[in-house]
């Protein structure tokens, strides 16, 4: 009996404190404990980005900015490719696809409800190995070296040695665009002993380290491992590019299916904004807004 009181005296005090105790009270600002979410703060939301290695860097500058300022959005970024982040758009198996080229009127002819939205414009810059003595080329000079009609440096006023090719692989936005720049036609027949990289940083290792190379890569990635040469007089510098001097300059596109909503619209107005911008011209690119 007495061990059955004492029980019950105990089951009696904890059913007491559980009912009347005040609860705990939520973490305050400056708590080391995580702060639950209440229904005035904004859902947690994730944009899922993906397609050139051009736009990639951009892009994610861009989405680090973004995230600085709305904490509960998640952005990520892929590459892939142009081609990826068109066909990765239309097909929804990301909210945004990157594409450093044009559309092109069969991918507008499939998937009626692609829209872009052009964030930026690029330079590509026709670029050699450091060691290899010119300074300028013309695009026809460049089109002959892609083609296969000039195979010696010689025969544009350079050393007598044989030209390493580094190009891009196919559904490259920047050999897209390089093609219709350059080859006057977006779909080319490049060079067969071309080495053929998958992005432009690959481009640019290729050719920083391969003697008698040339290459083409985003404005973006020009560092001093390789050197700009000049097309039809004009420097790869973002100045010439903006006047229309630079002839090699395409779009940076971001497309969606159908008109963007909620997050992704946001972040896409953040863009093209003034401090959107700012950041694009930051980052060595060509502003459009």
Known sequence: ???????????????????????????????????ATTASEPVASEITVAGSTSVQPLAEVLAEAYMGAHPEIRITVQGGGSSVGVKSAAEGTVDIGTASREVKDEELAEFPDLQAFIIARDGIAIVVHPDVPLEALTKDQVKGIYEGSITMWS???????????????????????????????????????????????????????????????????????????????????????????????????????GEPSGAVKDWLDFILSEDGQAIVADEGYLAVQ
């Open 1 to 35: 009996m007495r061990y059955a009181f004492v029980s019950t005296l105990l089951l009696a005090s904890m059913l007491l404190a559980a009912c009347g105790s005040p609860a705990t009270p939520a973490p305050g600002p400056g708590s080391d404990q995580p702060t």
């Open 155 to 257: 025969e544009v006023g350079g050393p007598d040695a044989a030209i390493v090719v580094v190009g891009r692989e196919e559904g490259s936005g920047t050999r897209g665009a390089f093609g219709s720049l350059i080859m006057d036609d977006e779909e080319f027949a490049m060079v067969g002993t071309a080495i053929l990289q998958p992005s432009n940083g690959a481009v640019r290792t290729t050719v920083s380290t391969t003697p008698n190379s040339i290459g083409f890569i985003s404005f973006g990635y020009l560092d001093g491992s390789v050197k700009a040469v000049a097309i039809d007089g004009a420097e790869a510098t973002v100045e010439n590019a903006l006047s229309g001097e630079y002839p090699v300059v395409r779009p940076f596109n971001m497309l969606t299916i």
